[in-house]
């Protein structure tokens, strides 16, 4: 079993829908988690980092941490079509210098 | 504006011939990290330095070295390639923290002729 499950996709939506992705992790030392997006043929660029369960809103991309569950989701809402891109969840333990655990990530097309 | 540059971003090489990945960062960040991306699979972490301190991860194959001569600059050497080391090279940046967010750079596709 992988320490962290993510749904490869493709995962498509219209222009304008609510994006919703998801993770969950078997691990509960993990601590700190991650939400990268990553375009075709490039590195990946940090969009969500949060610590604490809960929720975190920047602009229209919400993340969402269950540790409880073992859960992280990555909303983003009014998506337009330059949000097709693959995203990647990850997380680590404390103290374990750039080890991230990552998901396989998540395809996610937008339609017009 | 980039902040983590890796060159080139495509490199092709033979199978057996030594080939050299090369990363700099604005940043000015203590961590260097390099990673491997294969086709639709998660990036794994190579390796990483703290300033020049080198901490190799345990499964990374010898046939893969850094060298990190100062802050800004960061090379990956893969001495005799093969067809399994075709993939995604991602070289990362964090700040002096363990828990600090990673940066990452455009890549280096690798293909192995």
């Known amino acids: 079993q992988k320490e962290v499950e993510q749904d490869p996709g493709p995962l498509s939506v219209p222009e304008g829908a609510i994006v919703s992705l998801n993770c969950t992790y078997s691990?509960?030392?993990?601590?700190?988690f991650m939400w990268y997006r990553q375009y075709s043929r490039k590195g990946p660029e940090l969009l969500m980092y949060?610590?604490?369960?809960g929720n975190k809103e920047d602009g229209r991309f919400t993340a969402q941490v269950d540790k409880s569950s073992k859960y992280i989701s990555l909303f983003i809402r009014d998506s337009q079509p330059s949000d097709s891109a693959t995203y990647l969840c990850?997380?680590?333990?404390?103290?374990?210098?750039?080890?991230?655990?990552f998901g396989a990530g998540t395809q996610v097309v937008v339609t017009p | 504006d980039a902040m983590v540059i890796q060159n080139p971003r495509y490199q092709v090489t033979q199978f057996g011939k030594p080939v050299t990945l090369s990363c700099s960062q604005t940043?000015?960040?203590?961590?260097m990290y390099w990673y491997q991306q294969k086709s639709s699979q998660a990036p794994k972490l190579l390796f990483h330095?703290?300033?020049?301190?080198?901490?190799n991860e345990a499964d990374t194959p010898d046939n893969f070295q850094s060298r990190r001569p100062n802050t800004s600059f960061c090379f990956l050497d893969i001495r005799s390639p093969g067809l399994g080391d075709a993939a995604m090279y991602l070289c990362?940046?964090?700040?002096?923290?363990?828990?600090?967010?990673?940066?990452f750079g455009s890549g280096t596709q690798l293909s192995v002729l």
């Open positions: 990362a940046t964090s700040g002096d923290s363990s828990n600090e967010k990673l940066f």
């Open positions: 691990n509960s030392a993990f601590q700190y």
């Open positions: 949060t610590y604490s369960s």
């Open positions: 990850a997380m680590f333990i404390s103290d374990s210098w750039g080890k991230l655990q």
């Open positions: 940043l000015n960040h203590n961590v």
């Open positions: 330095y703290y300033d020049k301190d080198f901490n």
